[in-house]
């Protein structure tokens, strides 16, 4: 995984619970970076499940919680770093241009980078039907990531998460509802 991802985990952690708790999680999960990350370098995944699984049971949470927490945040830092992408869209366009749009620009960047395979159905004009895969499973990123799409937007998304890697599917399937706020 892309330091990138540490560097915003770390600043949500900072922000959140404060430098302490970031410094205790490193001494916890005494990752094989020592806790410290460069943007374009790549780092085991299991460091970023250890950090979530440390966060869980500091909060009293589970996992899936912490890890939407993340994607939320991950989104707000997203739109600020890269308004472009989300300039001229909908809610719903802007997630329909995640896999042929911005993944597209993300591996222009780093050609090492693992990023999940996203494919849609578009079933009406406030509904859409993402499909996940990704050998990281990371689906609950991805819910994260959509909340706050929808955040950002100024529109209610209803998920629906039947179908999970988690569960042993091959893949997620997540059915969105797209509402005013």
Not at 122 to 135: A, I, K, N, R, T
Request: glycine letters at 8%; charged letters at 25%; a negative charge.
């Amino acid at each position: 995984m892309k330091g990138v991802v540490f560097n915003l985990l770390n600043e949500m952690v900072e922000e959140q619970f404060g430098i302490d708790v970031w410094d205790d999680l490193i001494d916890t999960t005494a990752p094989a970076s020592d806790g410290i990350y460069t943007s374009v370098e790549v780092y085991p995944d299991e460091e970023l499940f250890a950090y979530a699984a440390a966060i869980a049971e500091l909060t009293g949470t589970e996992v899936a919680a912490v890890v939407r927490l993340f994607g939320n945040y991950m989104l707000d830092r997203f739109a600020d770093i890269h308004p472009e992408f989300f300039k001229g869209h909908t809610v719903k366009s802007f997630l329909m241009s995640v896999h042929d749009v911005i993944h597209v620009e993300v591996r222009k960047l780093h050609p090492d980078v693992v990023l999940p395979n996203f494919t849609y159905e578009d079933p009406g004009e406030d509904q859409l039907v993402m499909h996940y895969v990704s050998p990281r499973k990371l689906c609950h990123l991805a819910e994260g990531l959509i909340e706050g799409s929808g955040r950002h937007f100024g529109v209610d998304v209803v998920q629906g998460h039947e179908v999970c890697m988690h569960d042993g599917a091959d893949h997620c399937v997540l059915h969105l509802e797209f509402s005013a706020a």
